[in-house]
């Protein structure tokens, strides 16, 4: 499908390399009987050859702002669903392919249909609330808040009346929806069994060299290196697969083609047998039910859901554990493709079929034998008993008996579209009436290289009673039986050995339960999706400021017409590049061969340190990084040549023929201790301190010493870094269309790269998709050694990494060591703290000094600590470099100091909201840094936020229900902010603008800030239409750019709007004033009238703008300064219930932020839900883990997971402080871009609390340590429960850790 992309231009098929963002898809197929079907899947798995027959609806051809905008579309972008913009497509293809299924969805069908697309932006409930308009109201089904009784519906918008206008909506009529083609439908009752390709296509067939031959005879198709073949018949597939045994069959292509994308798996030929009938059969027979093998799972998942009912209960035990294994297996567009036989063939160590299947006493068919699916079927990793040339053609599944109890269970690091932890399905079956097991089978998933039998304590539980001695000797046995060495791949030995046995507890509730010996488990948090917003009042209707304006090109990114860098049309002569990183971390480079990379087709040349005209070097803040490693390498990952070559794929195969040879350096630092310990840190180390921290702890009551370790966090940006350098042609002129959020510092790079004036170097930036912070220096490095190659080709060179490389190459936020000592009163107040700092930079310094100079700015968050000592150093390390990341440092620095605030509650038996309390800053304040200010506002939010949350009844009622419960517990916290704004590098604390007013009246609107989806240009726009009095639709901003707008600063440190808004105000107040005149000339004239009057007067319709923001600075000798323009302050309360024995918890959030007056709500709002989530996923989600010799293990989406439609919070209520004001920016707004990230950390902190209350039960008292992020293994093995406590501790330095604690 991304062939299709590049060949058709059809950009709304986004070539991102994630699986769970592609759904830019759907397709339908003729079904049996004709019935067709809809459905979504991932562009990047889905073979162009598979889809012969097929009609593929893509974003652009269900609406466009040309034609017709379909209602979808309208919806998630009225409804603010779009920021960046870059997932909307996707989003979009999801819930059309449901709606042509299902025009009236349920919620549940919506979050389902949703849960394989990932947005980094929006945190989802913008996306959720546009598509719920969906829904009938008047349904029991749709799972709304009044559905659940938690007050007002949530389906009304009643509860955020001023965001969107549902009565504006486009009704959805299906009547008016693209019809499948007619001349694709068969008359054979056969899957997939038509004609021809569905539009313009086939073209693009024969321009590749394709050669395709129509059906009813074999497909076959010829490329390069890869023939594809589609057999009519088994008989045919099998004579096939006898004369070629290795050529793998490619159903869903899940297992095959990410293989052959990302690990260059090449396979000379591939069968595809979906036009095969025998595959696709279903039988019912006495004893269960017969499915084809090449069934999806999304079909297999339908059929036994409607058989459930027609069924006898008894009979549907099994088929009941499958449905809800295959509920959470992937994503739908994953199921919509995967084929029974497929998972069941590919053997996966953590399958979540075939444990159940298993258990469940399932078989599977070949040409010519039934085979029993159990221990013996499953061989080594990735490998049956089948052999190579053998063909699985159905899986019989059979009816449950009475006295029959089948349960699956499955742990993973997301709830959704994630791979299990640890999977498992279970049998047991009693004779009628009696309490004696005659049969019991238990396989588990990622147990170990393959699905596994628990064969040992089956025998145990066998023909005895199913009571407490039978399960507890059955504990012990599993716990030897499922030993996995401390080193095992996989790693989380000890939560997957608790997972065993917490799973076998779980069953042993379920079959009590069955047995009707015991009462229910505590009923969960309602999944509610209650949502309320409180936003500013009071702007005339004409005046855009202060509403709720859709993001300017939210319609266009629903449509997929918005352009991204890798969206702009290959010129003639274009190259791509590809990078060739180093695989050691620490070596010096012997010899570099290229020969062979440069025989291969389309290798065009290799491009080396050696190349470079100018510097070598990017040099920032007087550090210097190398552009491409010449004589050493200083981490896996760095960037040492790059391929140029003709396209992508030829520029791949070029990079990987490449040839470094390395002699290893000794000592590689890696961890943030080896780096204290030889004194490896990058200049100057930072302190501060404020009174006397030593004589202080004399004279407190007590004194307690903790740490806090923080991992990283990648930027996981959706679209991957980006950029095009085309040589103009003439006078060494370079224009970079770059996806960059400072431009100037790519166009100064390129520059000093090529050794030519900045005045030849244009950097154009449309918009981004998405940036995090990741967008800055590692950006302009990129396009530098781009440029480099465009300079010598005398091409045009585009580079757009992979997920994965950039992932590896990029770096992100900083992992962090924070250790303290802390000397506190028994009332409660905090008297001295001492905290140090030590984080991972990596192999250069970037931003890092940068970083840890601002971690110690917000060592102080909201508390007024009378003697207050920090110190920070940034560690240099043999790992990738890391860089800036929302919040810069603030969110590792105040979660030490929030942890530490904590720990003195728990010291004290103390709640730690009243600590909070009594240590906050209060009546007018100086900071550490000697910074004078008001905490009014931030004591207002918290007082509001407790209110709002109804904090204090909520907390009995945790208290009530902890006592009550043994395995899942509640817990609750309450979290502050206090966050500087603006650059303390005054310096940066500027911006400009240009504004041309056109002859027609139109404005053209340049501002240096750019556009990454935080909706900066709908604020500007928002800016100039006032100043200008003029409807926003007149203003128009094309992109950012060096030749409109020069010398700009980087849209970051939440400052972006406050600068460039100014700056614009600044220019249309010149151009206002200039058509005073002419008002007062023609008071009944028209803007236009006015406007054509200056021409024809010679009064210049263009000016410039300015803002000289202010002068910040620290000096860090005298440890003063004002490094901050004002603060943006936040309270946000979590509460949690947690399942001890897996880790899962479930969050209810309530957040207030004072933005000072809204610019645009919307925005703020998503703004502030964006920064929660990605804060929620830094805190409890994302881990990234390096292996022994500091290679990233963690380089997709598939090991590293962000937060998802089902992390969402089940409550998510964000209000606005009122009455607030800012005098130190823009129409008194604050800046909200970083702030709120922070307050991720409160559902860290109700992890922590939940936890508290399970390790109490145990006899475990007072501060105990959790690291950040508090992922399901971390929070389960910290409640100590009876299962993690039996689990025995690895004895460090008896094995070699699989992954490092960086
Ligand atoms: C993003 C993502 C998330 C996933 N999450 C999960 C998860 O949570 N749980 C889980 O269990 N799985 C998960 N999977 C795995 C997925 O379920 C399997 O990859 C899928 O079922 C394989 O089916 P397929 O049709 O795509 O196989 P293909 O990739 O087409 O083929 C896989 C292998 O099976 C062989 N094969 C296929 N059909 C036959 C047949 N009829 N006879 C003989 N050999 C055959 C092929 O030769 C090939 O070797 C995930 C996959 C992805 C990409
Ligand atoms: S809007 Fe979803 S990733 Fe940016």
Known sequence: MLLLRTCSGITGIRTLVTLAHQTHVSISTVHLYYTIRHYSANACLLPLCQLHGAAVITVEGIGSTKTRIHP?????????????????????????????????????????????????????????????????VQSSETNCCQANGVGNCCLNGANNPQLFDKDDFLPLDPTQELIF????????????????????????????????????????????????????????????????????????????GPDM?????????????????????????????????????????????????????????????????????????????????????????????????????????????????????????????????????????????????????????????????????????????????????????????????????????????????????????????????????????????????????????????????????????????????????????QDPVGRPIMHRSAISQATGEAVYCDDIPKTDGELFLALVTSSRAHAKITGLDVSEAL?????????????????????????????????????????????????????????????????????????????????SFFEPLRMIER???????????????????????????????????????????FNVYVSTQWPTLTQDAVAETLDIPSNRVTCHVKRIGGAFGGKVTKTSILASITSVAAWKTNHAVRCVLERGEDMLITGGRHPILGKYKVGFMNDGRIVAADIQYFTNAGNTVDESVLVVEKILLHMDNTYNIPNLRGRAAACRTNLPSNTAFRGFGVPQSIMVVENMVNDVAVVLGRPPDQVREINMYKGLSVTHYKFEFSPENMLRCWEECKAKSDYSARRRAIDQFNQQSRWKKRGMSLIPIKYGIAFAESFLNQAAALVHIYKDGSVLVNHGGTEMGQGIHTKIQQVASRELHIPPSKIYISETSTNTVPNTCPSAASFGTDANGMAVKNACQTLYQRLEPLRQKDPKGSWESWVRAAFFEKISLSATGFHRGPDLYMDWDKMEGQPYAYYTFGACCCEVELDCLTGDYRVRTDIVVDIGRSLNPSVDIGQIEGAFMQGLGLYTLEELKFSPSGLLYTRGPSQYKIPAVCDMPLQFNVYLLSDSHNPHAIY?????????????????????????????ESGLVGPF??????????????????????????????????????
């Open 1228 to 1256: 008194s707004s604050k800046g909200i871009g970083e702030p709120v990230l922070f307050l991720g950390s409160s559902v860290f902190f109700a992890i922590k609390d939940a936890v508290a209350a399970a390790r109490s």
């Open 181 to 256: 083609p007619p001349e694709l439908i068969v008359s054979h009752h056969m899957l997939f069994h038509t004609t021809r390709g569905y539009l313009v296509w086939c073209q693009h067939f024969s321009e590749m060299g394709l050669i395709c031959m129509a059906n009813p005879q074999t497909l076959t198709f010829c490329g390069e290196r890869m023939t594809w073949v589609s057999p009519t018949s088994l008989e045919e597939l099998v004579q096939l697969k006898t004369s070629n045994p290795k050529a793998p069959l490619v159903m869903g292509n899940t297992n095959i």
């Open 261 to 541: 994308r990302f690990k260059g798996v090449q396979h000379p030929l591939i069968i595809s047998p979906t036009r095969v009938t025998e595959l696709f059969e279903v039988t019912q027979t006495p004893q269960g039910v017969c499915l084809g093998a090449g069934c999806s799972l999304s079909e297999v998942r339908s059929l036994l859901e409607k058989l459930v009912p027609q069924l006898p209960e008894e009979k549907t035990e099994l088929f009941k554990a499958l449905i809800q294994q295959l509920g959470n297996l992937g994503s739908q567009q994953i199921r919509n493709v995967a084929s029974l036989g497929g998972n069941i063939m590919s053997a996966y160590p953590n399958s979540d079929l075939n444990p159940i299947l298993a258990a469940g006493n399932s078989k599977v068919s070949v040409i010519s034998s039934e085979v029993p699916l159990n221990q013996d079927f499953f061989v080594s990793f990735g490998k049956t008993i089948l052999k190579p040339e053998e063909i699985l053609v159905s899986v019989f599944i059979p009816f449950s008996r009475k006295g029959e109890f089948v349960r699956a269970f499955r742990q993973a690091p997301r709830k959704e579209s994630s791979f299990a932890t640890v999977t498992t399905g279970m049998r047991v079956f009693f004779s009628e009436g009696s309490r004696v097991v005659q049969d019991i089978s238990i396989y588990y998933g990622g147990m170990g290289p393959t699905t596994v039998s628990a064969a040992k304590t089956c025998a145990a539980i066998v023909a005895r009673p199913w009571d407490d001695e039978t399960l507890s000797r059955a504990y012990d046995i599993l716990l030897d039986e499922l030993a996995l060495p401390p080193s095992a791949p996989g790693g989380k030995v000890e939560f997957r050995r608790s997972l065993t046995l917490s799973f076998l507890f779980k069953f042993n509730l379920e079959v009590l339960q069955k047995l009707r010996e015991m009462v229910g488990l505590s009923r969960e948090i309602q999944r509610s999706l209650h949502f309320k917003y409180h936003v500013s009042k009071g702007q005339s209707n």
């Open 691 to 733: 009174g006397n921290v030593t004589e202080a702890f004399k004279s407190v009551d007590q004194v307690y010493e903790g740490e806090m370790r923080m991992g990283g966090q990648e930027h996981f940006y959706m679209e991957t870094q980006s950029m095009l350098v085309v040589p103009v042609g003439e006078e060494t002129e």
């Open 1265 to 1302: 340590s959790l690291d950040s992020p508090a992922t399901p293994e971390r929070a389960c093995l910290a409640c100590a429960s009876r299962f993690t406590q039996k689990i025995p501790d690895s004895k460090p330095g008896s094995f070699k850790p699989r992954a490092l604690n960086i």
């Open 72 to 136: 979808v579309q309208e919806r998630i972008a009225k409804a603010h669903g779009s920021q960046c913009g870059f997932c909307t497509p996707g989003m979009v293809m999801s819930m059309y392919a449901l709606l042509r299924n299902k025009p009236q969805p349920t919620m549940e069908d919506i979050t389902q249909a949703l849960a394989g697309n990932l947005c980094r932006c929006t945190g989802y409930r913008p996306i959720v609330d546009g598509c719920r308009t969906f829904c009938q």
């Open 599 to 679: 025989q291969l087709p389309g290798v065009v040349d290799v491009i080396t340190s050696k190349d470079i005209p100018g510097k070598k070097v990017r040099s920032m803040f007087g550090y210097h990084e190398e552009l491409l490693a010449e004589s050493k390498v200083s981490c896996i990952g760095q960037m040492v040549c790059a391929v140029v070559a003709d396209t992508r794929a030829h520029a791949k195969r070029g990079a990987a023929a490449v040839k470094i040879s390395y002699e290893d350096l000794p000592d590689p630092v890696f961890t943030i201790e080896e780096a204290v310990e030889k004194s």
